[in-house]
C-alpha cells in the first residue's frame, strides 16, 4: 500500500518510523511518502495561510499549494488515490472504515493546521476522486497530523502480513464477526496470581466453550457500561439465548422492533 502525507509539518510523522507501521515500511509492505506543503509556496516566507473571507478569528491554508501539492502527488503514482482528509466535521473513523481503507492501494492524507484548507481544494479533487472528510473525535485538535498517525496505525495493522499472529485483531472491539461492534473485555497474562490478584479461574480452565462464552459475557458487561449506545444499535440477531440472559441481568430490554435498550438509571420499574 502507498500512502502520501501532505503537512506543514513533516517531521511530526517521524512516528511512522517506529513500531509496527515503521516495521511494515521496512518490510516493504508499506510505502510512505512525506511531502512538505510549503515546497509549493511560490514566495519568498512560504506563505500557506491567509485570513478568512466573511472575517473572524483565526486563519484558512490558501487553495493555491494545496492545489498543486496534491495535482503532484497524484501525478507522481499510478491510477486513482483515495483522499483522506482529516477534520472534525468529518464522518467518525470507525474500524469499519479502517478496514475499508486497508483494502485500497493508494491513500493520500491532507493534515491541515489553523481554521482549515479553504473549501474550494476539496470541492476541485472531489469531482474527480474519492474523498473522504474524517473526524477522529468529537474535539478539536490543533492539526491534522495526530489524527493521520492515528488513521495510519489502524489501517497498517489490519494489511495482511503487518501483524506476527493474523488472527490477532479477529477479537478486538469493533472487529467484524460475532464480537461485531462489541467492546473486547479484559485480558490476563502470567503470573497466575499477583498481588494476592488472581486471573479468572475459567481462563486456566482449558475448557474452549467456557472461555469463549465468558470472554462474550464480559465483552456484553464492558459495551453495557462504557458504550450503551453500541447494545442499542445492535442488530438483535446478533444475540444468542445465554447473551439475552445477560443483557436482561444488566437490565437491558427488546423493545417492539426487537433491539435492545434500558431504562435510564432510576426509572426501571
Ligand atoms: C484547529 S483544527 C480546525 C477546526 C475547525 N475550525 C473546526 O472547528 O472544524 C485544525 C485542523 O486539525 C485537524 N483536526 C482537528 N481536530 C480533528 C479531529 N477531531 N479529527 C480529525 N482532524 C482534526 C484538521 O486537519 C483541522 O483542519
Redo the contacts with the bound molecule.
Sequence with gaps: MRLDVVTIFPEYLEPLNVSLVGKARAAGLLDVRIHDLRAWTRDRHHTVDDTPYGGGP?MV?KPEPWGEALDAVLASGEGEPVVV??????RP?TQRLAGELSERPWLVF????????DRRVMDEFAARLDVRE???????????E??VLVMVEAIARLLPGVLGNADSHRDDSFAPGPMADLLEGPVYTKPPQWRGRDVPEVLISGHHGRIARWRRDQALLRTSLHRPDLIARCDPAAFDRHDRATLAELGWRPGPDGRFGRAPDGMEE
Design positions: 483565526g491554508m482528509v482529516p477534520t472534525p466535521s468529518g473513523f491532507t493534515p491541515a493546521r489553523y481554521e482549515g484548507i474524517v473526524s477522529i473525535g468529537d474535539y478539536v485538535l490543533a492539526g491534522g495526530a489524527p
